[in-house]
């Protein structure tokens, strides 16, 4: 290992296993030669009674030769729940792992990628390419990568030199019998067994494509993705109060959510609906939304009985026979997204669901004419976040579309865990440590923590549930009176006297945030920046999805 290695860029894996390999370097070094004294030579010429004996070199794993085997090129449909994660992109310097870093120690293990040095994250050794960038905390079900891995293909034979021999009879020998043709799934790797006896339990490989389309690229072959923000009705505990009119705190306007939901739909400008980052000079802030909506999630119930009791709940609840509290999601599709526009999204439609906006509110922020700077709202908590699903159409027909309503057929080929048509792909899926079987111990464990907090939350609302609401002085909002607004969170956080969205103060429009980094970066603004960028033919990023 050359002494000028960047660690930096070394995962945390490599990091320990350099330190000790250091030290088994120094236990293994001799220690100085005492002070020379005369040694007494034995008279049959042999080797001094003293001599120092050699040390032992350390033993190291032994690397398999990539020139030995084929490869091939394939997809990868993974899914992870983000909350321990530092987001899917590898950081040098991040205090949590990557999900790319999980990626990459599992991948090099199993022999799949021969990088030069394993301990380096270096993609380019294998034609690496993601669907997605997603941010600390946020997880997905649908993440996809295209990849170069190891292959059981056999290797083609070199042909023989020598003529065949005539036999005794004068007749050649006859032909080798031709070889079993390699089934490309069932003779292969299987690429999501292996990789999840080496990943974390909550990073899982669902599904392979044997074989993507020509130039893919999980990136810029993809003409959909789906996200959805999961959030609970109430949205936090609720306070009692003898008034049941209007939007009680910690309960959501969901009709209202929905009205603001559906504005999002079509092709829009959401400069003011994202973060900007100078960096990359975006000059096109228009994306496409195809669906937009709130949705109920059904069968996902943990009842809190004192939901519904008087004081507790609104006046719509009245009759609502219904079990609460409800679990819901924002719901989006579109081509692409900018940073962090999801998020800033949903933060909207939670200020419309407490009724502290009204659904025009996203009509007039996407109105980029009247309002050309994004005022400053907070985004929303990232850990609700789910990247859902990606979509590959067949790119010769696709057709690029910016109403609402589009939609595209994947054409990708996904063999799922348990279906490469085999009793172990069976065993894998459903057998004793198979895909399902992992991910029921990660879910039963954090169900019983739900379960218990469920219960002790009851226990402690029955107490208090008997008293008499109708004594509860309600209080009204006045001009002093602190707001707890919800942003995806697990309860509202106090924001004092709350001003209205389009009251805050507005930030620097994009143009501006642009000069001032290419400024600050020796450029006379942005478009001299961006001009010899392209000259150096550096791609503008104009697609650029959620990222850390």
Known sequence: MAAQANYNSWTKTGLIDRVKELEAELKNRPAPPPEPVPVEQPQDGGEPSDAQPKPKKPKGKRKMDPSKYSSRFIALKLAYLGKNYGGFEFQAMGNQPSIEEELWNALTKACLIFPEDDRVVQWD???????????????????????????????????????????????????????????????????????NRLLPPDIRILAWCPSPPPDFSARFSCRERQYRYFFTQPAFSPEASASTEGVKTGWLDIDAMRDAAKRY????????????????????????????????????????????????????????????????????????????QIRHMVALLFLVGQGLEKPSLISEILDVEKN?????????DE??????????????????????????????????VGDEGSAQGKLAQFGPHGLMD????????????????NRLLQHVAEQITAQDFSLVENKKLNANASVRAYEGGNTGRLVGKYVPVMKKAMMESPEVQNDRYARRKGFADAEDMRAQRNARGEEEDVTMEEKP
């Not at 996809?144 to 021999?165: A, M, Y």
């Not at 790119?395 to 609402?404: D, I, K, N, R, Y």
């Not at 111990?441 to 954090?446: D, I, L, M, T």
């Open 438 to 453: 992992s991910m029921w111990q990660h879910w039963r464990e954090k169900k019983m923590d739900e379960l218990l907090s």
């Open 125 to 195: 050794c294998c034609e690496y390419s993601k669907c997605g960038r997603t941010d600390r905390g946020v997880s997905a079900f649908g993440q996809v990568i295209g990849i170069r891995v190891r292959s059981n293909r056999p290797l083609p034979k070199e042909p023989i030199q020598d003529e065949q021999q005539p036999t005794a009879d004068g007749e050649e020998e006859a032909e080798a019998k031709p070889e079993k043709p390699f089934d490309p799934i069932r003779d292969e790797i299987a690429y999501p067994r292996v990789l």
């Open 383 to 416: 850990v609700p976040l789910v990247l859902w699903d990606c979509i590959f159409p067949d790119l010769s027909q696709a057709v690029e579309s910016t109403s609402a309503g589009q939609s595209f057929e994947d054409i990708m080929q996904w063999v799922y």
């Open 372 to 380: 050309p700077a994004k005022p400053a709202y907070v985004m929303a």
């Open 265 to 340: 739909e079509g092709e829009q400008d959401f400069r003011n609906v994202c973060k900007i980052d100078p960096a990359k000079l975006i000059t096109n802030w228009k994306r496409t939304i195809f669906e937009s909506d709130i949705v109920e999630v059904k069968d996902v119930n943990s009842a809190l009985p004192y939901l519904k009791a008087q004081g507790f709940a609104p006046e719509s609840m009245k009759n609502d026979e219904g079990v609460y509290p409800k679990v819901y999601y924002f719901h989006v599709r579109g081509s692409a997204f900018l940073w962090h």
